[in-house]
């Protein structure tokens, strides 16, 4: 098919022109390719006649059905809505890409008699059930090694994947550079769609965090060698309240140039659950509290433990938003981060905490060039605030409960 029902971009037309037999898609963000990849699928699944003589079946993966709902399913469906809403495309062609939606089964059935389906899998074996023409691993870097290989074995057409290349995983070691493997890098100017204040957004960042812009502007793949934090894993939402065993919150102070910053952590099922509630400049303390009180947060019962400014502290408290002083000494910062390590790591996506946890690394030692045990005094908000709440994580205590 030589004209699509939509503008192509380039990452659609290496995409779709493709004969390889995995497509793999590595790019920066807003590049598009996750769009264009949907695209692709579902000109495929609408069109496509397999040469088994069977119905097209076409599965999108994604870590968690949360995160298909927010991203791929979200997308797929304004792909839709911009095909049948067109005026310029005609009706006859519009009637090979309506679909009628099981919700529950999250499948798009296909007048042709094929279907695009919405799937997460828990486990390698789970991932064993069904064949499929065509599969699209979403943000791959979140699904493990095993069950993309049971995806792979039972898909008989054609395997693409996508992901933004914080560090080196699976994809790297075992398809990279291996026969019948398509290459496909991306970032945000290869898609036209991609609005002029998001690229100088892109850009300005990239000035801030050369380490962001090396991963998440160019699309190039990050390194984890002097990474602080190089195992985590990140997810789509927090957990319940009322699952989790604690609750705490940690601020730290930006000041002038640094961000202000304010977390959430909580313990659930032995594992740190964190996410990311404030990251600004410029904050005053009154904009802090308001903040604070539009969250719902107010010290109490879960305490918001902060850095040690007793200013800060008693002009929030003006507000009716209570801060208890962290735990700070010596060796606060080393033990703070070794407490944290302790647990499996989980963090909701966001841009900063990525771009954070990528630049925070120990110190390089100027004679060797390998890293010392000291941290870098510098991307490090989000995570100082995390080692204060971690306070109310281990000890599980609340000083203003008795008022």
């Known amino acids: ?21 995995t497509v793999v898609n590595q ?37 968690d059905v949360p995160n298909l709902t927010k991203g791929a399913i979200r997308d797929f469906e304004n792909i839709q809505d911009m095909i049948l809403e ?14 009628v939606y099981n919700s529950t089964k999250k499948t798009h059935y296909f007048p042709n008699g094929a279907k695009l389906e919405f799937s997460s899998f828990k486990n390698w074996q789970d991932a064993k059930s069904g064949k499929r023409h065509f599969c699209f691993i979403n943000e791959a870097n979140g699904i493990p090694y095993k069950i993309y290989e049971q995806l792979a074995f039972r898909t ?12 080196p995983f699976w994809v790297h070691e075992h398809l990279l550079g291996k026969e019948g493997v398509q290459m496909v ?5 290869h898609n036209p769609f991609c609005p002029e204040d998001v690229r100088k957004h892109i850009i300005a960042k990239g000035k801030q965090n050369k380490l962001w812009w090396h991963v998440y502007g160019l699309g190039k793949t990050g390194q984890t060698e002097g990474v602080i934090f190089d195992s ?14 604690r609750i ?78 962290a735990d700070k000494g010596a060796n606060s910062i080393l033990e703070g981060i070794q407490t944290i390590k302790e647990y499996r790591i ?4 966001d841009s900063d905490f990525k771009a954070e946890q990528l630049a925070y690394k120990w110190k390089e030692d100027k004679l060797t060039g390998k890293a010392t045990r000291q941290p870098v005094d510098k991307f490090n908000h989000y995570f100082d605030a995390v080692r204060y709440a971690m306070k109310g994580i281990v000890e599980g205590s609340n000083p203003y409960l008795a008022y």
Request: glycine fraction near 6%; include cysteine.
């Open 86 to 99: 067109s005026e310029s495309i005609p009706d006859s062609v519009k009637a090979k890409f309506q679909t």
């Open 185 to 189: 890098y991306s970032n945000f100017t």
């Open 346 to 349: 989980n963090i909701v996506s």
């Open 232 to 245: 985590i894993n990140w997810v789509s939402e927090m957990p319940n309240d009322a699952d989790c065993k």
């Open 27 to 63: 790019g920066g963000t807003w590049s598009g390719k996750t769009f264009s990849i949907l695209q692709v699928l579902y000109v495929i699944t609408a069109l496509y006649k397999p040469t088994d003589g069977k119905k097209t079946i076409t599965t999108v993966v994604g870590q």
């Open 1 to 21: 098919m030589k004209v699509y029902p939509f503008k192509p971009t380039p990452v659609f037309l290496a995409n779709m022109q493709s004969k390889a037999r």
């Open 248 to 325: 705490s919150y940690g601020m730290d102070f930006g000041y002038t140039t640094d961000p202000s910053t304010l977390v959430k952590v909580v313990l659930y099922q032995g594992e740190l659950y964190i996410q990311g509630l404030l990251y600004k400049q410029g904050m005053k303390y009154a904009d802090i509290a308001l903040h604070c009180l539009e969250l719902g947060i107010n010290g109490t019962p879960n305490c918001i433990y902060a850095d040690h400014d007793q200013r800060a502290i008693d002009t929030i408290a003006e507000y009716n938003v209570y801060l208890e002083k």
């Open 156 to 167: 008989t057409v054609r395997m693409f994947i996508d992901y933004n290349p914080d560090a």
